[in-house]
């Protein structure tokens, strides 16, 4: 129906909980993002009459009060990552081989950089260490990397994951990204990990930057656009990573905040929130976010609190069983062997 | 009546005057029977002689006579005369044939019955007139101080607002009173006008009865919503308020098959619930006395008479009206009189001294059963079904809770065919909670999936708790043998109706005095089934917790459970705190089959069912509009994770006819007609239906399994027309607004194929570029090449 229900391979996550190797087509345009207005872009929203498939209550209850129709709140495909089985929600080794990563994918806490990112925030030292430690920082196409980051291992969470905000490719985003290192050195608990957006970690300047503070710079890759470069486990990657960490942080309350809560960090919210060229006025802009969640907005976070908004938000309550959702999102009724083996038919 | 003016003729029915001679009264409608008896019997003398005016099921005749008075009975009809001489010479009932006019008064009768529709107690022989003057002419029969019993129609009632202005039509006839208008001299206006309208005729007036279709209540029993404080007895919302008003809806909804202006269970269940259920009933019963022309004449306001009977008959003090005390002002509010005595539980003496005059009179009276118009009682008729299968019983408050009991004596197991119907199961608490498919209507009214998901999770668990492995032949399809697991006994008829959502027993426990009833207590892994959802009455509860990705969802477990109830008791610390899921049990638990059946064919026709009547009542639903009753059914058992294949879903709809259809022994006379449009058996017009099924159930059934394989075929024969014009006025809304989206989808389709097109002409422009001939100029050689080489191999494979 749409190409950006592929993005982020969220229809491959619905297709996994449901047992189903490859994603049909969905009847509906799947909400992409945490959204504060009415689930889609103000610019930009479904055509009339596809079912508008939504993560909360929240943009259903935005969007009937314009006037639009059509809404299930289905929750997050997030949600569905969480809900599916350990065994299905591996990432394969096989997924990994052939792939051009742009990723640089060292673990937090590596040696490497633990001399300077332990110590904290000389970035003279860190810089040197840094570049020691890693691997050639630009592309690494084609190499294979654990799956989940080295500090997992043990099994322990260990540091910050943070995510400055970003923009895409027809938004750019303005902000001083050193003063925001710098805090992160200052605020952030150590080993931190930079998670840029993969048009700014195209930016050797950008990442060099995090990097000289002695940070460890990945991206999660491209989201993928009309059904080209889908990354079909981008959400299972992105959740390893998170659960690799303690916290997760951002200079926004933003999507990944709200995964990281859901995924057990804990969370922080500081740093220049910087500015994004061109906002539409429905969002409201960030001022509003505040004032709807000015809770969340603090270096440490409620963790109580930080995991019901990302529950609320998420639309955890509304993540249906899995006959349901290929009922929902119009796909062919399911055919597993529980079901044959109960038929009288 | 003295012998002389009665042409005593051996052979026939004595005419009185102004009989029909050639037509019938009987519409097959049912009528009030013994079970009516409860309400009255108090109030009604145990001797002497009682005339009885127009039709009633030949049981509250019988048990009339057997009260030990000479019951007369006048038809104005002469074959429903001498039908009814016949039937009831045995019990030694006299009937007369002949209009109002031409009953003999003379010294008057000890009590007269007058319950049936005022405009068929005369004949085209006598001018028409308004009811209050039929009135009169009814209360003339009795003697001074007798007990007049008689129906007052209500012209604003539920069935003024169901069918709109004309009342009646299609129901039989159109009453006298109705047509005269209230101005014009006739039936009361309004509850507060009921007294005065029998002053007039000479009564004054003990109480009135709300009568309802196949139930009868006292005014205590529909008390207004917003009652006095609330008291540590009756403590405000109790779930048990919710009785009276689904009865009354039940009965309603069964009495109304036909098309309406709107749903009339929900319309009569809102009544009750806002207190309007006695000012709003169809029809009225209002318990009186012939007041003595000697003693002040029949103009004295009923607060004059109201002591007297109390002296004069002590029988009357069980029917001691609710609407008498102060008069007016009280009819006016009946919660104003009525409330309080609801509060406090009969005691043993009250229960005691009332039911001594009746169980004296042969009445089947247990002596825990209370009775008396100033109790919150109801009496159900519970009709519509072949004599066999009925158990009439009365229902009472109880503390703050209902409690039940078969009238009848005969509480034998009965047993035909599959079905087993033991009345003794129904004595006792009354089931508490709104029926599932009021609850699932509700969710789907607000688009709440979460809410549906639990509901349609919990009744799947319900259907299958305590499940056994077992095999079955599917004699509701092919015949076929087959092996899975069964559906307990007493669930093969849960249908979504037959089952109630709501508290715990544990928290109706705390609340109600009266749980000790075994049958009504709901098992565990009922109780626990509900992943991920709960009541609809939780709004906005998080269920589950996410960190570590502990198991969100719901997947499978509902039906795991169905099997193996332990070993899904894991899933019970999931929603442990947060919500406490809806408790599902029976609400008429005597019915039980000995059919071995999947349970996930009970389970999909109990959803096909449902499916149908949303869509036929036109209740919006979070779906597209134009769904099939199939594919909503298989869309609501997807919500509990189960899918079904069209085979399932035909032999679900087989099943359903199977269950319905009457059974030899249900309609021995006259024989079953199964296909006839509403399952009426043509000769007698009696509805024939099997048991525990309402009328009409299994000609729905048969339209549905006939239906079922167009509508595969062609969506567009799936449409159920409603019912009511309210719903089919917001059916139409909600089709245009779809309509609309569609148009506008058109739209943006041929907007998005253009815009393909324009791409497409793009590339032929590219065809014609000087870049494009250059190079095609070069590599020219090698696609003639190409070309002669396909040709060469063409030729070569051909023969």
């Known amino acids: 129906m749409n190409h950006q229900n592929h993005w982020y391979g969220h229809a491959h996550v619905l297709a996994r909980y449901c047992g189903l190797a490859a994603p049909p087509r969905i009847w509906g345009y799947l909400q992409h993002g945490w959204n504060v207005h009415d689930g889609y872009g103000a610019d930009d929203g479904p055509a009339p009459g596809v079912p508008r498939l939504v993560w909360s209550d929240g943009p259903r209850r935005r969007g009937m009060l314009a006037g639009r129709r059509g809404y299930r709140v289905i929750g997050a495909p997030f949600a569905y990552l969480l809900a599916t089985p350990e065994p299905a929600r591996r990432v394969p080794l096989s997924a990994d081989h052939g792939r051009r990563r742009r990723t640089v994918p060292t673990a937090p806490g590596l040696p490497s950089t633990v001399d300077g990112a332990r110590r904290g925030t000389a970035p003279a030292s860190t810089v040197d260490g840094a570049r020691r430690g890693t691997p050639p920082a630009s592309t690494v196409d084609g190499a294979r990397r654990p799956t989940v980051p080295a500090s997992t291992v043990d099994g322990a969470r260990r540091g910050t994951i943070y995510y400055p905000f970003h923009g895409w490719e027809a938004q750019a985003v303005f902000g001083d990204h050193r003063a925001l290192a710098a805090e992160i050195a200052a605020r952030a608990e150590p080993p931190v990990t930079i998670c840029l957006y993969w048009l700014e970690f195209r930016h050797p300047q950008l990442r060099e930057l995090y990097e000289s503070f002695g940070f460890r710079v990945i991206t999660h890759g491209p989201r993928g656009g009309h059904y080209q470069g889908t990354d079909p486990w981008f959400l299972n990657r992105q959740l390893a990573e998170l659960r690799a960490h303690r916290w997760v942080a951002a200079n926004r309350l933003c999507t990944a905040v709200l995964y990281g809560a859901a995924a057990g960090c804990r969370v922080g919210v500081y740093g220049d929130p910087m500015m994004i060229e061109n906002e539409h006025p429905a969002y409201g802009g960030i001022a509003r976010i505040r004032r709807l969640w000015p809770e969340l907005h603090a270096p440490e976070v409620d963790p109580g609190y930080a995991a019901e908004v990302a529950r609320q938000e998420l639309g955890v309550r509304h993540v249906a069983p899995p006959a349901e959702l290929a009922d929902l999102l119009g796909w062919p009724p399911l055919r597993r062997p529980a079901t044959r083996t109960e038929s009288v038919a | ?799």
């Not at chain 2, 009795?142 to 129609?153: D, K, Q, S």
């Not at chain 2, 394989?709 to 159920?720: E, I, K, N």
């Open chain 2, 1 to 799: 009546m003295s012998a002389a003016a009665v042409r005593a003729d051996a052979g026939s029915v004595p005419l009185l005057g102004g009989e029909l001679l050639g037509e019938s009264d009987l519409d097959g409608a049912d009528r009030y029977g013994d079970w009516l008896l409860p309400l009255l019997a108090g109030a009604l003398p145990a001797a002497g002689r009682t005339l009885v005016l127009g039709r009633y099921d030949d049981s509250l005749l019988t048990a009339l006579a057997a009260r030990g008075t000479q019951v007369d009975l006048v038809l104005r009809s002469r074959p429903d005369a001498t039908a009814a001489r016949v039937r009831l010479a045995a019990a030694g009932v006299r009937v007369r044939c002949g209009g109002l006019a031409h009953i003999p008064v003379e010294t008057g009768y000890d009590a007269v019955l007058a319950a049936d529709d005022p405009a068929i107690l005369s004949g085209p022989d006598q001018p028409e007139r308004p009811w209050p003057d039929t009135l009169a002419a009814i209360a003339a029969l009795a003697r001074p101080g007798a007990p007049v019993v008689v129906l007052v129609p209500n012209p604003f009632g539920l069935d003024r607002l169901v069918h709109g202005e004309v009342v009646g039509i299609g129901r039989g006839t159109v009453s006298r009173a109705e047509r005269a208008g209230p101005d014009a001299g006739g039936a009361p206006d309004g509850l507060p006008a009921v007294p005065a309208a029998l002053a007039a005729a000479g009564l004054s007036l003990h109480g009135l009865l709300a009568a309802y279709p196949g139930l009868v209540a006292t005014a205590a029993a529909l008390p207004p919503y917003d009652r006095a404080p609330a008291t540590a007895a009756r403590p405000e919302h109790h779930p048990a308020d919710e009785v009276p008003a689904r009865l009354v809806a039940d009965a309603y909804a069964a009495g109304h098959p036909g098309p309406v202006l709107t749903d009339p269970g929900r319309l009569a269940y809102r009544a009750v619930r806002h207190g309007l259920g006695l000012a709003l009933a169809p029809s009225w019963i209002a318990v009186a006395t012939r007041a003595d022309p000697t003693s002040g004449g029949t103009g004295t306001a009923p607060t004059a008479a109201a002591d007297r009977p109390a002296a004069a008959r002590p029988a009357s003090d069980t029917a001691e009206p609710a609407v008498s005390g102060t008069g007016g002002a009280a009819v006016a509010r009946p919660g104003s009189g009525t409330g309080e005595p609801s509060v406090a539980p009969p005691t043993a003496d009250a229960a005691e001294s009332v039911a001594g005059p009746t169980a004296g009179a042969g009445e089947p009276v247990t002596e825990e059963r209370p009775v008396g118009a100033e109790t919150a009682a109801i009496v159900l008729a519970d009709g519509g079904r072949p004599e066999y299968w009925a158990v009439p019983r009365v229902v009472w408050r109880s503390g703050a809770g209902w409690r039940a009991q078969p009238l009848r004596p005969d509480t034998t197991v009965r047993l035909l065919d599959h079905l087993r119907r033991d009345p003794g199961r129904l004595a006792g608490a009354v089931p508490v909670g709104e029926s599932l498919a009021g609850a699932l209507a509700a969710a789907c009214r607000h688009g709440d999936l979460v809410a549906v998901r639990g509901l349609v999770a919990g009744y799947l668990a319900f259907l299958g708790a305590g499940a056994k492995t077992g095999t079955w032949r599917a004699v509701w399809s092919d015949d076929e043998p087959g092996e899975g697991v069964l559906c307990p006994a007493d669930r093969v008829l849960a249908t979504c109706d037959a089952v109630l959502v709501g508290p715990t027993p544990d928290a109706a426990a705390r609340a109600t005095d009266a749980l000790e009833a075994a049958p009504f207590a709901v098992p565990d892994a009922a109780r626990r089934a509900v992943p991920g959802a709960g009541p609809v009455a939780v709004p906005d509860a998080a269920p589950t917790a996410v960190p570590d990705g502990a198991p969100t969802a719901v997947p499978g477990a509902a039906w795991t459970a169905v099997a193996d109830a332990p070993a899904a008791a894991g899933n019970a610390d999931r929603g442990a705190g947060d919500m406490e899921p809806p408790a599902l049990r029976l609400a008429d638990p005597s019915w039980s089959s000995g059919l071995a059946v999947p349970v996930r064919l009970v389970f999909l026709r109990g959803l096909q069912r449902f499916a149908y009547r949303l869509l036929a009542s036109g209740a919006p639903h979070p779906w597209p509009a134009g769904l099939s009753a199939d594919r909503l059914a298989g869309t609501l058992a997807a919500t509990a994770d189960v899918t079904v294949s069209p085979g399932e879903l035909a032999d679900a709809a087989g099943l359903a006819v199977y269950l319905t259809a009457p059974l030899a022994a249900d309609e021995p006379a006259t024989g079953a007609d199964a296909d006839s449009a509403f399952g009426a058996s043509p000769a007698s017009g009696v509805p024939v239906v099997a048991g525990g099924t309402g009328p009409g159930e299994h000609a729905e059934a048969l339209r549905y399994a006939a239906g079922q394989p167009r509508w595969a075929a062609d969506p567009a024969l799936a449409a159920v027309p409603p019912r009511g014009y309210a719903e089919a006025l917001a059916a139409i809304g909600a089709l245009s607004a779809e309509l609309a989206d569609a148009r506008a989808q058109l739209g943006w389709l041929d907007a998005t194929v253009a815009e393909r097109d324009r791409r497409l002409s793009e590339l032929g422009t590219l065809r014609r570029s000087v870049t494009y001939r250059v190079g095609y100029l070069a590599t020219l050689p090698y696609h003639l090449g190409i070309r002669l080489l396909r040709r060469e191999l063409r030729r070569l494979r051909r023969p």
